[in-house]
């Protein structure tokens, strides 16, 4: 079951605004509508009783805000409505907002029924420039009250990523690898999103380790370590060790957190760690992202945060994968039938070590880490490098998604839908066979000619219309995606 205490909860406000030479009863009453219709989709929208006309009323509406304990606004034009004013009230509220207006429902009615808010939604959109404002305006941002209604149940997981985001702390510990420097990403892009971190060092990760033992719940968490795994248990033996390397983690992230509200991580993994410790960190690391607390392997910060907004979006439970291998070709024959219209280079597997949460795998058992293995204990029985959670992945749709610092402190993102197939990969690990149409070109004209970094952060949702919207969002200018086969990337030979 998903935990979702590391994710906020959303109050929307439904705000409406009237222009004074309009009919204030009219946005009432479309706002009204509203409301019920949000009420049908079982919506967490709050009504607001302030209609805004002008700027006393805009802080009257902020008060009421405030009172309701309101964290994301949906203003709504019900009529033309006052751009000032309006924007003013999104600028001091300072939380995430969306912006919607009234269609017209009748042409019976185009004297004293008509609003305008088509016009207006122009005004507004001026002024929220002028502001230096980042709102969600959704595609097409006037309709009826079932439409409006549709849009905000969208902005929902939009607003849910956005406030978890700002209200974020990474915690890393380790140096971040120099054999993989993808993952050595600066730090500065973190803090123009709002994002706090907190680096640590190895040590300071095996001190509060070593200081959790004896810990009352260790017991606890070994006992539901093992009701989880079932017939998976091939080392009940680990479980105590491995409980209390989970129980140091939350204890030192509920210490730390300070300012924030939610807080994921980013761990050195290995060589060094298995020595130590005595196993290898990726079933803990499973068990935290199906409460909602992402462990990014090998100090991937910009992984972790991945991962977080992939978790908000979809309240569903995220992985961190390599984009690892090509799929053989004698694989891809014999599966024909179940790859369907999936080109060879559409397909790859994505594989890490054992980080996936168990509900998302078929089969779900404790293992050893096999390349780990061959470094750290070869020809020797499995000891130290014991501790993973291997299985194929369950077949479904999945987004696979990444929010990458550039080496020149930009910020860029990628996207695309997919699916895992119902392939059996033959190999080890958390490990899928994935299928995303024009793979072979995404990988070469935007992973590689943008310089992204290995891991993918994979949702087990559908989630790329939320993840761009939230993107424009943020302020990110480069948003990719896989493009089909008619519409050429810019490097991409035309001969």
């Not at 305008?116 to 009826?144: F, M, W």
């Not at 009940?236 to 992230?253: H, I, R, T």
Request: charged share 20%; net charge negative; glycine share 8%.
């Amino acid at each position: 079951m998903f935990n979702q205490k590391n994710i906020p909860e959303v109050k929307i406000g439904l705000l409406a605004v009237s222009r004074d030479c309009f009919p204030i009863a009219l946005s009432r009453r479309r706002k009204q509508a509203v409301a019920a219709a949000c009420q049908k989709l079982n919506l967490p929208v709050i009504e607001l009783e302030t209609i805004i006309e002008n700027e006393k009323d805009g802080l009257k509406a902020l008060e009421e805000i405030k009172q309701k304990g309101i964290n994301a606004l949906a203003i709504y034009l019900g009529n033309f409505g006052p751009e000032g004013p309006t924007t003013m009230v999104a600028q001091k509220f300072g939380g995430p907002v969306m912006l919607a207006a009234a269609a017209e429902e009748t042409g019976a009615d185009l004297f004293d029924g008509r609003g305008d808010a088509y016009c207006g939604v122009l005004n507004a959109s001026y002024s929220v420039g002028l502001r230096q404002l980042k709102i969600h305006i959704p595609e097409y941002p006037a309709g009826t009250a079932d439409d409006v209604a549709r849009m905000i149940e969208e902005f929902v997981p939009i607003a849910r990523a956005w406030l978890g985001l700002k209200n974020l702390k990474i915690f890393s510990f380790g140096p971040r690898p120099q054999d993989f420097y993808a993952c050595n990403a600066p730090i500065k892009p973190l803090f123009d999103l709002g994002v706090e971190i907190m680096e640590n060092s190895e040590l300071d990760l095996y001190d509060v380790y070593l200081k959790a033992a004896g810990s009352p719940e260790i017991k606890a968490v070994a006992a539901d370590m093992a009701r989880e795994l079932g017939t998976g248990n091939n080392y009940p033996e680990l479980l105590d060790k491995l409980a209390q390397y989970e129980v140091a983690l939350l204890n030192f992230m509920e210490k730390n957190l300070g300012a924030e509200k939610y807080g994921v991580f980013a761990n050195k993994c290995w060589p060094a760690f298995e020595p130590y410790f005595g196993f290898v960190p990726c079933y803990v690391n499973s068990r935290l992202a199906a409460r909602g607390i992402p462990v990014a392997c090998e100090v991937d910060i910009y992984g972790a945060l991945s991962e977080y907004l992939l978790t908000c979006v979809t309240e569903m439970p995220a992985t961190l994968l390599d984009i690892n291998n090509t799929v053989p070709q004698d694989m891809y024959e014999k599966n024909k039938k179940k790859i369907g219209e999936y080109k060879l280079t559409d397909l790859f597997m994505g594989f890490h070590c054992g980080n996936t949460a168990s509900c998302c795998l078929l089969q779900p058992a404790i293992g050893y880490q096999l390349i780990m293995h061959r470094l750290l204990e070869p020809e020797q029985k499995p000891e130290i490098t014991r501790g993973t959670i291997e299985g194929r992945i369950k077949p479904g749709q999945v987004t696979i998604f990444r929010l990458q610092g550039t080496a020149d402190t930009q910020l860029r993102s990628y996207l695309a839908h997919g699916e895992v197939l119902d392939v059996e990969p033959q190999s080890f690990g958390s490990i899928g066979v994935f299928g995303i149409k024009e793979m072979g070109r995404f990988y070469r004209h935007v992973l590689i000619e943008k310089r992204f970094p290995h891991h993918t952060a994979v949702g087990f949702k559908a989630a790329g219309r939320v993840l761009f919207a939230l993107l424009r969002m943020l302020g990110i200018k480069e948003v990719y995606y896989n493009q089909p086969a008619a519409l050429p990337y810019p490097t991409e030979n035309p001969f």
